[in-house]
């Protein structure tokens, strides 16, 4: 019942981002204090352990074990990250906190529109910024953001996870 129901939860999640603007996306609004208990640090300055998202999210483990109550949680200090970032099925029970919603962003600008290496262009389900396969992921305090702009269909966004 609970895969029943995290399958509908992403799929009402991927049709309700189809239906807005390609712009971004935000987990939640508000400031998040010193309370984040974070076991990894992701700083664009360098202050932290990772310079970007991706490579947190590379090299957290993977927790096979849902009864052991583990989550691995990545607090993304305030910043703009330009990457894509792809969360792969095996990355279960990980949790992105971001500092700020406002001011913590992770952003990329594929569109529909724009021609892959043989000419034919990308398509809309190649544009997103964030894909999450893995199930029991959380994003909390971060906006997740597709800058294309006015060119195209674009995602910030798909979760099949």
């Given at each position: 019942?609970?895969?029943?129901?995290l399958v509908?939860?992403?799929?009402?999640?991927?049709?309700a981002l189809?239906?807005?603007?390609?712009?971004?996306?935000?987990?939640?609004?508000?400031?998040?204090?010193?309370?984040?208990?974070?076991?990894?640090?992701?700083?664009?300055?360098?202050?932290?352990?990772?310079?970007?998202?991706?490579?947190?999210?590379?090299?957290?483990?993977?927790?096979?074990?849902?009864?052991?109550?583990?989550?691995?949680?990545?607090?993304?200090?305030?910043?703009?990250?330009?990457?894509?970032?792809?969360?792969?099925?095996?990355?279960?029970?990980?949790?992105?906190?971001?500092?700020?919603?406002?001011?913590?962003?992770?952003?990329?600008?594929?569109?529909?529109?724009?021609?892959?290496?043989?000419?034919?262009?990308?398509?809309?389900?190649?544009?997103?910024?964030?894909?999450?396969?893995?199930?029991?992921?959380?994003?909390?305090?971060?906006?997740?953001?597709?800058?294309?702009?006015?060119?195209?269909?674009?995602?910030?966004?798909?979760?099949?996870g």
């Amino acid at each position: 019942m609970r895969s029943v129901v995290l399958v509908l939860s992403a799929l009402l999640m991927t049709m309700a981002l189809l239906w807005l603007p390609a712009t971004a996306w935000c987990a939640a609004d508000e400031p998040v204090t010193a309370d984040v208990r974070a076991d990894v640090i992701v700083a664009a300055d360098g202050s932290g352990q990772y310079k970007t998202v991706t490579a947190a999210v590379n090299a957290s483990p993977i927790i096979a074990d849902p009864g052991s109550g583990r989550t691995w949680t990545i607090f993304v200090k305030a910043g703009t990250y330009r990457e894509l970032l792809y969360i792969q099925r095996e990355k279960r029970f990980t949790r992105i906190v971001g500092q700020d919603a406002a001011r913590t962003i992770i952003t990329f600008d594929l569109s529909a529109n724009m021609p892959n290496a043989d000419g034919a262009k990308i398509g809309t389900f190649r544009t997103p910024t964030v894909v999450v396969d893995a199930d029991d992921f959380t994003f909390e305090n971060i906006t997740l953001q597709n800058s294309a702009g006015r060119v195209g269909q674009a995602l910030a966004v798909r979760i099949d996870g």
